[in-house]
């Protein structure tokens, strides 16, 4: 059984772009929380949907968006990038949002 | 606001000794406490524990929850240089509308020398 899977793994960007990472959950998993980590700190919750509807958001500028398609899968974007969104952007799956989360590898994004 | 503060933040042992690190916590409707253990990208899953004193076991890591004291702990035994990792402890907490979201703590830096 596949894990969940991230796409790209590693992106370089430059101060103002935009960027869209891209997530698919465990098979049978509804939903999908993003978190990001920086460097020494652990992972800092951004999003979560379930059933293509955003559940909760954790405390991030609007320039942070995501949404859910109907195959479960998930995007999140990143508008007007400042050098300090340089992180590890992981996604997690679980069955229900309530449960278990099973991370992704992650992908690693480098503002300049 | 909710808060998990892990202890030691780093630490360095010889193989087969055996360590323990801690995590206490601080949140509001509390679900369960997970450990992952974090290598280089992906925290893959070790333990979940919602019930105070039931010891969760793993070959040689074990976790055990105390929810009057609010903290808990997860014990590696005979250590091996392939336990080196960032391990993590999160706390998952009923939001009001309904989901859960798990808060981390910033993690301990295990590393085991040959």
């Known amino acids: 059984d596949a894990g969940v899977t991230q796409s790209p793994t590693h992106l370089i960007k430059t101060r103002g772009q935009h960027v869209t990472l891209r997530c698919s959950p465990i098979?049978?998993?509804?939903?999908v929380s993003w978190y990001q980590q920086v460097l020494g700190q652990g992972p800092q919750f951004i999003f979560q949907?379930?059933?293509?509807?955003?559940?909760g958001r954790g405390n991030f500028p609007d320039r942070f968006s995501a949404r859910q398609f109907p195959n479960y899968s998930s995007e999140l974007n990143v508008n007007a990038l400042l050098l300090g969104d340089s992180a590890l952007y992981l996604c997690?799956?679980?069955?229900?949002?309530?449960?278990?989360?099973?991370f992704g590898p992650g992908t690693r994004l480098t503002v300049l | 606001e909710d808060k998990v503060v892990q202890s030691p933040l780093s630490l360095v042992v010889h193989e087969g000794d055996t360590v323990t690190l801690n995590c206490s916590y601080e949140?509001?409707?509390?679900?369960?406490l997970l450990w992952y253990k974090q290598e280089k990208k992906a925290p893959t899953f070790l333990f979940m524990l919602?019930?105070?004193?039931i010891e969760k076991k793993s070959g040689r890591l074990s976790s055990i929850l105390d929810k009057k004291e609010l903290f808990s702990i997860l014990n590696i035994t005979a250590t091996q240089t392939g336990d080196s990792a960032i391990y993590l402890c999160?706390?998952?907490?009923?939001?009001?509308?309904?989901?859960?979201?798990?808060?981390f703590g910033k993690g301990t830096m295990l590393l085991v020398s040959p």
């Open positions: 997690a799956s679980s069955l229900s949002g309530t449960d278990t989360q099973y």
């Open positions: 098979s049978g998993h509804k939903s």
């Open positions: 949907y379930y059933e293509k509807e955003e559940r």
């Open positions: 949140v509001t409707n509390f679900r369960s």
């Open positions: 919602t019930s105070s004193g």
């Open positions: 999160a706390v998952v907490s009923l939001q009001y509308s309904g989901y859960s979201t798990l808060t």
